[in-house]
């Protein structure tokens, strides 16, 4: 299995604060990442698809990069409702997901 | 608007087994790969397996293949994750999920299910 580390495991920042979020997979993933965000009782919802494609319907200020192993998730301007957890995923081989990336207000 | 709606999850002893079920709308159900993944009360999140569109072909994690199977009924528009032998660490909430081109795009609330004796 490709391993996916997440980090930091909590981050806590202000409304308005550019905000950064990295996967490390184990092994070259191909640029097959997803990014996914979680709100408290709430399904998942896509947010970027292959590493750095936008969904539908979500806003510019999430943007995502990276190739090989290293991966990034940016939100530019944090807005309220952007708080919660956010996971990135790998789909280049069985599917794995990384532990996670609570969110929180400063 | 795709609708994922997951039921059947509650309480149940260890050993036992359950049916979980997902009734989808808003999209036409039998064009899609559906899967199903867990995240536990760690927040960990485990992918399950999926099935092919039109039922035929079902992918596992392999430490899981032995005692879960997922099924679907196309005319339903569900999707079934049939779970036999439970343990502790089955402990979870169960996610149905489409499987797009980039793999899960939508979502059900989940289901949680909950092993103790």
């Known amino acids: 299995d490709i391993q996916m580390t997440q980090s930091p495991s909590l981050l806590s920042a202000s409304v308005g604060d550019r905000v950064t979020i990295n996967c490390k997979a184990s092994q070259n993933i191909n640029k097959y990442l997803n990014w996914y965000q979680q709100k408290l009782g709430e399904a998942p919802k896509l947010l970027i698809y292959n590493t750095n494609n936008l969904q539908t319907g979500i806003p510019s200020r999430f943007s995502g990069s990276g190739s090989g192993t290293d991966y990034t998730l940016t939100i530019s301007s944090l807005q309220p409702e952007d708080f919660g957890t956010y996971f990135c995923f790998q789909h280049n081989s069985w599917p794995t997901f990384g532990s996670g990336t609570k969110l929180e207000i400063k | 608007e795709v609708q994922l709606v997951e039921s059947g999850g509650g309480l149940v002893k260890p050993g036992a087994s359950l049916k979980l079920s997902c009734v989808a709308s808003g999209f036409t159900f039998s064009d899609y790969w559906m899967s199903w993944v867990r995240q536990t009360p760690g927040k960990t999140m485990e992918w399950i397996g999926d099935?092919?569109?039109?039922?035929?072909?079902?992918n596992y994690a392999p430490s899981l293949k032995n005692r879960f199977t997922i099924s679907r009924d196309n005319a339903k528009s569900t999707l079934y994750l049939q779970m036999s032998n439970v343990r502790s660490e089955d402990t979870a909430t169960y996610y149905c999920?489409?499987?797009?081109?980039?793999?899960?795009?939508?979502w059900g609330p989940g289901t949680m299910v909950t092993v103790s004796s």
């Open positions: 999920t489409r499987v797009g081109p980039w793999y899960f795009d939508f």
């Open positions: 099935i092919k569109y039109d039922g035929s072909y079902t």
